[in-house]
């Protein structure tokens, strides 16, 4: 049997009709840049996460750029984020020209270590991002008291976290803003690049309305240089078909993560805890196992997709290391990097596809 690591094929083949006529909506009206389908998903996606504003983008790392220059985030400030993420969460605080001040993460949960976050802090730190990383919120409450003590400006990384919940509030709804990517492959994704920005906060919300769209909100003003960060037309009508399902998905999702822990519970193989009080969406299956790269190669022969995310904590990327981070300054994330691996994971994976996995997991793991 071949189980891929991923699939959007058959997501496609479930919801075409509804895309194909929202697709085709945009092309009769022809508004394929900002337009109805736009201002249709924006309002819908705000009340989702049940905050006042939503503010669509091109894609997520560009949210994350944009949320940092709405809060003033310039050269000589430094941003704190967890070490263990995808790196456009660094690249967004590059791009203002501030430095990247990394965090060690939890070896259980794998978000950021709240320790770890104090002890980075300085007087010049201007904002953090937490990232709710694979689909598990981080200890948020916990992170928005530390840094109110301490003046710092929270923007949440929710991009691996559509419909995540703390105490049953949504994920982008506690920092000063929120930063979705919209790219195909995350658990809300469009047909192509997207993002958004989530806040309550009407004078950032214009600061971000401004500066996306060439520093103008009245067509022939502009008030400021901006840039083009705007998302396609297409994507906000693909979007608003696919958030109905949104909640489906995710349930289908913790479904698939309960029976991999069931049927993996008596072998060496740890799989990502989820915190009290919080909903996991499991963007990503991720566990920890001895001599992974070995583990990947079998399951491979055997037809069987699996990732790493991250094979290497930002601090010894090639891209980072030059900030004067060395080997051993984060343990947990430099740890965790050789054992962690990604099982195939998507709403549309059948139960007979995760046994094979599973059973061929006992196999390999057994036989070592
Ligand atoms: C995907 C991702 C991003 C960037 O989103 P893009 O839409 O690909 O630019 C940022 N942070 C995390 C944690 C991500 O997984």
Redesign the pocket.
Known sequence: MNVPFFNLRRQYDNIKTEIDTAFSDVLERTDFVNGKAITDFEKSFAEYNNVKHCSCVT????A?HLSLLALGVSPGDEVILPVN??I??AEAVSHCGATPVFADVNEDDYCMDTESFKKAITNKTKAVIP?H?YGHPVDIEELLNISLGHGIDVVE?C??AHGATVNGKKVGSFGKLGAF???PS?NLGAYG???AILTDDEELLLLIKNLKDHGSIQKHKHELVGYNYRMSGLQGASLSVKLKYLDEWNYRRIEIAHRYCKNLSDLPIKLQICQEGRKHVYHLLVAQVNDRNGVIDKLKQKGIGAGIHYMSPLHLTEAYNRIGYKKGDFPVAEEISDRIISLPMFPELRNDEIDYVCYTLRDILNEK
Do not use: R
């Open positions: 894609n997520g790392t560009i994350l993420t995808f456009a969460t990232v990383l990384d991009a691996q990517s919209f790219y995350k690049e997207g993002g």
